[in-house]
């Protein structure tokens, strides 16, 4: 296995405390197994490591054979989008409640990331989302997003107006607070609230979710992921474009949106018990069996 | 008739140049039945009427008898915020559209109105919502609604934390987009495309609407019009407070925003075969009769 | 105290194993605090207590000045729709979960009790809907609810289409799989799982809520409680009308199904601790104070 | 292009009186483009066209190169059901409202179909559903669905509880009127009624849709085609399933409801200028382009 997974990238949420101890920790376990392991540059900087084998992201993504990610499911959204030209496959550690995307608990960390390394896996491949930003014609902002792209109203409040076209087809003229565009993976997170469905993360599929559209008819479409998604600006005082809510982009009448999957997905692995439905129940606080 | 209704003012949609023909039509008609016609000054400046009979928003609220509003429900809401400290009824009177508030078409404006003033209307009373912003103890700032008052996120479009708190008793704590709070009138609005229920305007009600809760068990609630309801906002990046998508206040970390009935309703004269329900089919594209 | 309930009726769930020890002692325990204790017939029998003193439900709601329920909401709607005629406060008593009527908790019965004898204690008056069914001009059936009526679809499953028509005026045609009438009680029942928004019980109102309706743009209205609520069945392949989940009666294709509120209202006694907004909460499972 | 499609099958809807004149024209109309045309034996025998070539809708599996359907979308549905183990595509003919299935309005068939005859054409293939229900581990009925299969209560009103189980692993136990597993073509009949997204017709996949859950944070989920859910009765005073709201099975507590994909797909042939949003829209009544 240590042929496998032989340089194992470590990486720690934004300015988090609660590692101090664990990722040291973590550090150490690994390299008494005989991993090489290489401490994101940010991290180590953080927690006063930088004396131990530190590198950039980029480099990460050239160098590690895995990923493991301490924090929340943002952390997560954030280093999926750094990493998802490459091809470092990801294990989310939360440190305290479970996520959606940072399934192994930290207490057994060592446990599980030990079956992990043994082969003991189960593997997930997870859409992204490309977007582009056109105005007159030309790309003037482009990202990637791993939960959802959001058009949005911005601070003044007043709904916008905007026409959706895929594939070409013109598809609807909406008028609302904004629509969110949502991966399987971000059909769980601010989707859900606007009203949208659970996709499974198998569908080669995202949503399409209105957010307080004028139209009462107006409906969540699930699209398959091959297609692209065209949103133009119709009328708006203020609006922007929101990526996995950690980034923002401000839009103008005119401009076009376009999304479409992006070229790469990223892999997650986890635990060999890990139930995609189970995670589901626990942070949804669906009932329990009758 | 002649007495209940002896001066009649007429305000106009803001910059709207439709109504440069049937404003001035309207005070020839009315003059010439034998009404003083008192023109909104803002109006008379611009329709080049400011030979004729105006006067101030105050002035009509003291001095007239009936204000008719040429316009669409967006001016009807201005105007109304107003004069609702005064008594003056309202007709609202609509130049395209059919509204929920100006329910009577430009082309029957004459007849419609001629009416009324013979005593042939039907009359409603609407609540209207009363605000005040505290921070630290002292109100920095009030407001009247005739739609709504919304605490919504800002333009960084991070979702808000607040307490609602309904005659001092703890209601709940919400993660979301925000919260409306419309009354009857309101109901039909944002609220409506915010998941709301529809509210008919005689209930003595006003109604708590979610904005994308985190919460998915979250539901509107309907309240009491007697009820004293405060949102305390406990976590936000920018937040603000907007009433009825006309007016803005900006809040922060710590204040609270304290909502309640005005003192006084809003008084709107209907032609006889006025219906509510009809104004529902229409507006929200309901079947016909089987 | 004891002159405002001197005699004090004890009902228990049908069928409830559960009470055939404390349904005996909470009768001991009043007797001994002065008060003549009548035990439902039906309920003595059962749990063999037919030599103390009993009495019908009729007789309960002429001579008692308070009937205690045991049970769960369920046995609270049943007895309030056969007090309704009469002016017995209720007591709601659960034996395990807390109800949105039976409030007070099994455990704490006598102190509870104890309390709200002395005068310790909070009335809330609750709407119930009266309805007839109306066939050729006839009234074939009446019939009380507390929570709500619904009219759906039978067990053939293909939906029914009907006109609503509310104080004479046509409101609109629907096909749907049904209509809840819900009262402020019975908004947090089967009216919530249709869509439904939550009444406040203080509110004079009920709510019409659509059953998967065929018209997207269909949303819950809330009427004032002194509507006359008139469904016009057009078309249907089988359908009924249930009230309260409890009774049920068939309709046909013609029938007209009169809803209005019943003449009086239904008196809970609470502990002066009770907190509707605390029972949502725990109910609804929504969070907690942050 | 004769090759291709050298005998047609015209089937109508049952006991339509409207298709009398057209049916028969179609009929003469492709035997003079020198196709063999077989008429379905109901449909010949409803019309008194007996003495042309008829077929039972088995040999029209075997033998039509094409099946034109003349009728609404219910008419697609249950042929589709029926003819989804051969390979024959279909056209569906609507013969007043534009369908979902049945897009070639009765007026420009002729044009349409000389179209589609010269290869002028857009295929689409759709999934179909596979059910089962298993008895004591006997299969006791089986059915296909090209809308849904939906398991819900019976016609005493009272919610059913469920297990719902996916490829082996338990999702949810669910207290509700029931629930609806719609493909993309059901996705806009019954399951968008009861608060499910629109599916496009590419996408592998379906969606479980509550209806009326007792949970308020039950929500859509949308699996992959290759999924099997099953769904265990748990508790229920009468419960059956519903296939397309056509065919009916009772169930008991303790069956099990199991679904699948069917093996093959139906396929469907449209005009070339058929867009699968210009339906969504006229269907569902979204606005026009701004």
Same mark, same amino acid.
């Given at each position: 296995?240590?042929?496998?997974?032989? +340089?194992?990238?470590?990486?720690? &949420?934004?300015?988090?405390?609660?590692?101090?101890?664990?990722?040291?920790?973590?550090?150490?376990?690994?390299? !008494?197994?005989?991993?090489?392991?290489? #401490?994101?540059?940010?991290?180590?900087?953080?927690?006063?490591?930088?004396?131990?084998?530190?590198?950039?992201?980029?480099?990460?993504?050239?160098?590690?054979?895995? @990923?493991?990610?301490?924090?929340?499911?943002?952390?997560?959204?954030?280093? @999926?989008?750094?990493?998802?030209?490459?091809?470092?496959?990801?294990?989310?550690?939360?440190?305290?409640?479970?996520?959606?995307? +940072?399934?192994?608990?930290?207490?057994?960390?060592?446990?599980?990331?030990?079956?992990? *390394?043994?082969?003991?896996?189960?593997?997930?491949?997870?859409?992204?989302?490309?977007?582009?930003?056109?105005?007159?014609?030309? +790309?003037?902002?482009?990202?990637? !997003?791993?939960?959802?792209?959001?058009?949005? &109203?911005?601070?003044?409040?007043?709904?916008?107006?905007?026409?959706?076209?895929?594939?070409?087809?013109?598809?609807?003229?909406? =008028?609302?607070?904004? *629509?969110?565009?949502?991966?399987?993976?971000?059909? +769980? @997170?601010?989707? *859900?609230?606007?009203?949208?469905? #659970?996709?499974?993360?198998?569908?080669?599929?995202?949503?399409?979710?209105?957010?307080?559209?004028?139209?009462?008819?107006? =409906?969540?479409?699930?699209?398959?992921?091959?297609?692209?998604?065209?949103?133009?600006?119709?009328?708006?005082?203020?609006?922007?474009?929101?990526?996995?809510?950690?980034?923002?982009?401000?839009?103008?009448?005119?401009?076009?949106?376009? #999304?479409?999957?992006?070229?790469? &997905?990223?892999?997650?692995?986890?635990?060999?018990?890990?139930?995609?439905?189970?995670?589901?129940?626990?942070?949804?606080?669906?009932?329990?069996?009758?």
């Amino acid at each position: 296995m240590l042929t496998q997974f032989k +340089t194992i990238a470590l990486i720690g &949420k934004y300015a988090s405390p609660q590692m101090e101890v664990t990722l040291p920790q973590l550090a150490d376990y690994l390299r !008494a197994l005989g991993h090489e392991v290489l #401490i994101a540059h940010n991290t180590a900087d953080q927690l006063g490591l930088l004396h131990q084998a530190t590198a950039e992201l980029s480099e990460i993504g050239e160098r590690a054979d895995l @990923a493991v990610v301490l924090g929340g499911d943002g952390t997560m959204l954030s280093i @999926a989008r750094m990493l998802v030209a490459h091809d470092v496959p990801l294990v989310g550690v939360n440190q305290g409640r479970l996520g959606f995307l +940072t399934d192994v608990p930290v207490e057994t960390m060592q446990e599980n990331l030990t079956a992990i *390394l043994a082969g003991e896996y189960v593997t997930e491949q997870r859409l992204l989302l490309h977007t582009e930003i056109v105005r007159a014609g030309e +790309t003037i902002f482009s990202a990637c !997003a791993f939960n959802d792209v959001v058009v949005s &109203k911005g601070g003044m409040g007043r709904l916008i107006e905007f026409e959706a076209v895929i594939d070409g087809e013109f598809v609807y003229s909406q =008028r609302s607070d904004g *629509l969110v565009i949502a991966t399987p993976t971000g059909s +769980t @997170a601010y989707a *859900l609230s606007a009203g949208g469905p #659970i996709l499974h993360p198998t569908l080669e599929a995202f949503v399409l979710v209105p957010i307080c559209a004028h139209t009462l008819a107006a =409906r969540p479409i699930v699209v398959n992921s091959h297609a692209l998604v065209e949103l133009h600006l119709v009328h708006a005082d203020d609006a922007s474009v929101h990526f996995d809510g950690q980034r923002q982009w401000d839009i103008q009448i005119g401009d076009v949106v376009r #999304i479409s999957r992006a070229p790469k &997905k990223i892999t997650l692995l986890h635990p060999k018990n890990y139930s995609y439905y189970k995670t589901l129940r626990e942070k949804l606080y669906w009932g329990k069996k009758l």
